[in-house]
């Protein structure tokens, strides 16, 4: 019986780098959601948290919330919870009861690197700077996130100017029936176009609640937000290793066409 033989040629030196980048790719178990697909069929394939026992890493969480206690706030300390068990630090700021005006498109933060409205906007950007991660939750009004979130992520990522890439962000909703998935692209729209890979779960991130804590009933809801912060560190550690292995992609000079001239 005569035997067929294929033989392989010798990879390119991009095919090289590309099988580089693949055996990097999954040494790291890349991608959120293969990593929870992959934990449900091999449990016992779990992340090592001793290779970054000496690293620090930290979470920004904005609360677009006017209330102090209600169904975002219980979101994201579920979230909360799951950082501190992975050694995650975690700062909370809270929004959605303060006085913060839009953007006026003045440009002043051009010149100076900052909004010339001198208020909570100015006060967490080091904050954003510092973070490697970034949680921005809101309740649904109108299908839409709460105006004052709205005009404070305006303000905030268009006045400060430090590099965001490669910051992990993730969004949360929350709403008594419908309008999660509407806000939650409104809100990924800020990661988007500042090269933020966006983080996500099992399920388009959120809970359902009308009265305050009535989203401690959702136990979805919540287990939604426990995988998505536990992908967000995976990920947030993933790209971690991936600057020292590679270095940040090469970035061009940025190229802006206007409809009209």
């Known amino acids: 019986m005569s035997q ?31 990593v929870t697909m992959l934990q449900h069929v091999y449990p016992g394939w779990e992340s090592n948290k001793d290779e970054f026992s000496g690293v620090e890493m930290k979470v920004l969480l904005i609360n677009g919330s006017p209330r102090q206690n209600g ?30 005006r839009g953007c006026i498109a003045c440009g002043s933060c051009a010149n100076t690197g900052a909004c010339v409205f001198d208020d909570i906007v100015n006060e967490i950007a080091p ?21 004052t979130l709205i005009a ?11 590099p965001k890439t490669m910051k992990v962000g993730a969004a949360v909703a929350t709403a008594r029936r419908g309008g999660i998935t509407a806000t939650y692209d409104e809100l990924n729209k800020y990661f988007g176009i500042c090269g933020m890979p966006i983080a996500t779960g099992q399920y388009w991130n959120g809970v359902h609640g009308r009265l305050p804590g009535e989203a401690g009933e959702d ?8 995988t998505l912060a536990r992908n967000m560190t995976f990920l947030m550690k993933a790209i971690a290793l991936g600057k020292e292995e590679f270095g940040l992609p090469e970035k061009e000079p940025q190229i802006m066409t206007n409809f009209v001239r």
């Open 4 to 34: 067929v033989r294929i033989l392989s040629p010798r990879p390119t030196k991009l095919q090289g780098q590309g099988l580089r980048l693949l055996a990097f790719l999954v040494r790291v178990r890349f991608a959120c959601g293969i």
């Open 127 to 147: 904050a954003l700077e510092e973070a490697d991660g970034l949680v921005v939750g809101s309740p649904v009004y109108y299908a839409s996130a709460n105006a």
């Open 71 to 100: 169904n975002t706030a219980r979101a994201l300390d579920e979230m909360i919870d799951v950082f501190k068990a992975e050694g995650i630090d975690t700062e909370l700021v809270r929004v959605g009861s303060l006085d913060v």
């Open 152 to 162: 404070l992520l305006d303000r905030l990522f268009f006045s400060t100017h430090f």
């Open 219 to 226: 136990t979805e809801g919540l287990q939604q937000m426990r």
